[in-house]
């Protein structure tokens, strides 16, 4: 049997994103670690975005319907994963031997959280609305023109991007407010996946990456480092604010306190 040749560029972004979103159709079928899931579904909603971006100028109108698919389900899971988020990064501050403050509001909540999980499924039994909404999603994927979607296509779009990162970042050092800060992450996150794709899609293809490889490897890297510590410092931001939502002053002013000390350490982004 002769052996099977690699697919082409085109081909392998087109399997790629298929994957993916079958991917996230399985994270929303997770009965076993709802939580997980949601936060795994979150996860691939923003890679399959990034990766559709990468034919952005060959997609033209037939992309925006998908976004907008896409951008639905993400913002209505968004509570679910904010709320899991706030638990896991109390538990992460609180420690191994919570103090009496923290255990307190981390069962708060935790409450908060799995009563938003109860709510939802009750709106929708087993994630199925949500699970059809990716299958559509993933057929109108699969009818995009991916043939156009060439290696200088993909390139030119990793060169712009590169360059609307490095405007963002120019952006945050002038005015760092939260809304600069967050649209630096957002395209720094964009184009990490990005490369992680295209570095995917070039070892599927069985092409050789030339001058580039270096430096995307690289760009890599920079751009998950970005992204992770832009991350660390919005999720702690949000956990302040699930705090503050408490209305218990007394029991969170130390607990401020400590995210307070730990945004410090991120003052140099």
Not at 18 to 44: M, V, Y
Not at 83 to 100: F, I
Not at 164 to 183: C, Q
Not at 253 to 269: C, G, M, S
Request: glycine fraction near 6%.
């Amino acid at each position: 049997m002769p052996p099977k040749s690699a697919p082409s560029i085109p081909t392998a972004l087109a399997l790629f994103a298929s994957r993916e979103c079958r991917s996230i159709a399985r994270s929303l079928a997770n009965t076993k670690d709802r939580h997980g899931g949601i936060h795994a579904a979150r996860k691939g909603l923003r890679r399959l975005k990034s990766l559709l971006r990468l034919g952005a100028d060959v997609f033209g109108g037939s992309l925006a319907d998908i976004e907008a698919r896409i951008g639905k389900l993400a913002t209505g899971l968004s509570p679910l994963r904010d709320a899991h988020v706030a638990v896991t990064l109390a538990q992460k501050l609180a420690g191994p031997r919570p103090s009496p403050a923290w255990a307190e509001a981390i069962t708060i909540l935790e409450h908060r959280r799995d009563g938003r999980l109860v709510e939802a499924l009750h709106k929708d039994p087993r994630f199925l609305k949500r699970r059809h909404a990716v299958r559509d999603i993933g057929d109108l994927v699969e009818r995009l023109p991916w043939r156009l979607v060439k290696r200088g296509v993909v390139e030119a779009t990793l060169d712009d991007q590169q360059q609307r990162v490095v405007s963002a970042g120019k952006r945050v050092r002038k005015e760092a407010t939260p809304a600069n800060l967050h649209r630096w992450r957002r395209r720094a996150r964009r184009l990490r996946m990005q490369l992680q794709y295209w570095r995917r899609v070039l070892r599927a293809a069985n092409k050789t990456a030339h001058h580039r490889a270096k430096h995307d490897k690289a760009s890599t890297h920079a751009m998950a480092k970005l992204s992770d510590a832009l991350g660390a410092k919005q999720d702690l931001r949000a956990l302040r604010v699930h705090l503050r939502a408490l209305k218990k002053p007394a029991l969170v002013a130390p607990l401020t306190d400590q995210i307070a000390e730990e945004l410090k350490k991120h003052r140099k982004l």
